[in-house]
């Protein structure tokens, strides 16, 4: 379902119904629409109320009978559309009508009761990432950056974006498997994610219980690759400037050293790495304004990413 267009230039030269055409229609009650949630300073998502609108029986009625509406007509059918628009604003479905802004908005955390999906094979291994104790994140609710007080594993989401990868246009293309979180949440409703947040969270622990050697590894890589060491160097460097810029670029290359050497030993795939080592420092160095570009001697430098 897509949103018609929006430019104020394609709109009619007057604001009265009756000089409207079907096109312009829509686009009024969507500008209405939008007006509606930033008066009430609503989080739901335009597109999840267009789609309760345009499933109505009241709307589907105006659309078919505007273009034979007489100048009357079209102004009593506008009214009913804006009183029909404003009830639904107070009064939302709850239903997931599968509009994917939720999924938008970044991908799911798992939690325990998902290790099933991964023992099943439901959700590919090599498509989770993990978010390491002490790693920066956003919050879902406020918006605000907080420090993990423990690990959690996530869904990957799409280069660049917040979108979960399993999102394909307004598809959720996992929908029957989708994890626990994903099922929770209601955008017109958050007070059963929020209590989600009381459950256990999936951990590799969880995951790899058997593998003892393996999560051995894991504590190791934890203690000599920690967030912190990454963001004391990155401090230094900008406190006082390229003198440390070496010691930065060690832990970078050990770091990176480690997660390849010992992957190889154990045969763990190149592509579940961020599974069980997490990100790498060479992404979490773009937290702070920085990317590693490899030249083609295969030497790696550290320079400014201004777009970060």
């Known amino acids: 379902m897509s949103l018609p267009d929006t430019n104020p230039q394609s709109e009619s030269a007057t604001d009265y119904p009756a000089a409207w055409d079907s096109d312009a229609l829509r686009r009024k009650m969507l500008h209405h629409m939008q007006s509606l949630l930033e008066d009430n300073e609503s989080p739901i998502p335009l597109k999840r109320l267009q789609y309760q609108l345009e499933q109505s029986t009241i709307y589907h009625d105006v659309i078919q009978r505007w273009p034979r509406m007489d100048d009357s007509q079209r102004l009593k059918a506008w009214e009913l559309l804006l009183e029909y628009s404003d009830q ?8 997931c009508v599968q509009c994917g802004e939720c999924c938008r908005r970044g991908s799911p955390t798992l939690h325990l009761e998902d290790l099933e999906l991964l023992k099943q094979s439901k959700l590919p291994w090599n498509k989770l990432y993990t978010l ?4 920066p994140v956003r919050s879902p609710f406020d918006d605000k950056i907080f420090f993990l007080l423990d ?12 979108e979960c990868a399993f999102l394909d246009g307004d598809v ?3 929908y029957v498997d989708r994890p626990l979180q994903c099922r929770a949440q209601a955008c017109w409703d958050s007070a059963q994610y929020k209590e989600l947040t009381q459950q256990p969270y999936l951990t590799r622990r969880d995951i790899f219980a058997e593998l003892e050697l393996l ?10 690759c920690s967030f912190s060491k990454l963001e004391e160097r990155v401090k230094a460097l900008e ?19 480690f997660r ?7 045969k763990v795939p190149e592509d579940t790495l961020k599974l069980v080592f997490g990100r790498s420092f060479a992404d979490l160095v773009a937290l702070f304004g920085f990317r590693v570009d490899e030249e083609p001697d295969g030497t ?9």
């Open 151 to 162: 690990e959690r594993i996530k869904l990957q989401e799409k280069p660049g974006t917040q």
């Open 132 to 135: 390491r104790q002490g790693e």
């Open 300 to 308: 790696k430098r550290l320079v400014p990413d201004p777009a970060r």
């Open 239 to 257: 406190e006082q400037g390229e003198e440390k810029i070496q010691p930065l670029l060690e832990l970078l290359a050990y770091e990176d050293h």
């Open 88 to 95: 639904v604003a107070r009064e939302v479905l709850p239903t």
């Open 215 to 224: 999560l051995e590894l894991m504590d190791e890589h934890n203690k000599r």
């Open 260 to 266: 390849h050497f010992f992957g190889e030993q154990l």
């Open 172 to 174: 959720c293309t996992i």
